[in-house]
């Protein structure tokens, strides 16, 4: 079965340092693989896609991630955090028709 | 620009008591599906149709009944809901859900409590 683990359920930074939200997935071959986010009360919003056109994803709102095969993950980064990026964000992976979700980050910036 | 809608944007329900969440797409989408949120298990799937005409249980079906109205309306029903029921429920929708590399649209959810 596929499967998505998101690796930390918290993730604590000072605003201003650099975000690093892991995600690593099942797969036997290469899946396309997305990251969510989601404000309170707010339904998820994509962030950024991954399907296989290159490695380094660029997302919205200063985001990217990075797809590496060899280790199966797909980690989110932000090089500055800010205090506005403070939610929850969701790995998922797409593939098999259904989506398959991480069980979610929740990203908490401290000024 | 109103993408996924879902009504209403809250609700309490007492033990046993019936209800529909209404969800409906403007994006000419097919394929539309119910998942519900808990703290700590991510987004759950209830329910999907893969196209108009068509619904599939998800990972978690039991107490839960859909429909799929149209092509732009796809509803859930509890026909009597109990305290596990309490929850967030979120409509999506994609283009086609054969196509992996689509993204889903997310409406802003339903929080429900049942006493």
């Known amino acids: 079965a596929q499967s998505v683990t998101q690796l930390d359920s918290h993730v604590s930074v000072s605003e201003g340092t650099p975000v690093l939200l892991r995600c690593n997935y099942s797969s036997s071959y290469s899946p396309s693989l997305f990251w969510y986010v989601q404000h309170p009360n707010k339904g998820l919003q994509l962030l950024l896609k991954?399907?296989?056109?290159?490695?380094l994803v660029k997302g919205i709102n200063g985001f990217e991630a990075e797809f590496k095969k060899s280790e199966t993950s797909f980690h989110l980064t932000k090089p500055s955090a800010h205090m506005s990026d403070a939610a929850e964000y969701f790995c998922?992976?797409?593939?098999?028709?259904?989506?398959?979700f991480g069980r979610g980050t929740s990203l908490i910036v401290h000024p | 620009n109103a993408g996924v809608t879902q009504t209403p944007k809250f609700q309490v329900l007492k033990t046993g008591q019936s209800m529909t969440l209404q969800c409906a797409q403007d994006?000419?989408?097919?394929?539309m599906y119910w998942y519900r949120q808990d703290p700590g298990m991510g987004l759950r799937l209830i329910y999907y149709s893969a196209s108009e005409g068509t619904t599939d249980k998800g990972e978690v079906p039991n107490g839960y009944n859909v429909s799929r109205l149209n092509k732009r309306e796809f509803s859930l029903r509890l026909e009597s809901a109990a305290p596990s029921q309490t929850s967030v429920y979120f409509c999506a929708s994609s283009p086609q859900y054969r196509l992996s590399n689509q993204p889903q649209h997310f409406g802003d959810g339903t929080r429900l409590s049942i006493l």
């Open positions: 994006m000419n989408h097919n394929s």
């Open positions: 998922v992976r797409g593939g098999s028709y259904i989506p398959t």
């Open positions: 991954y399907t296989s056109a290159a490695t």
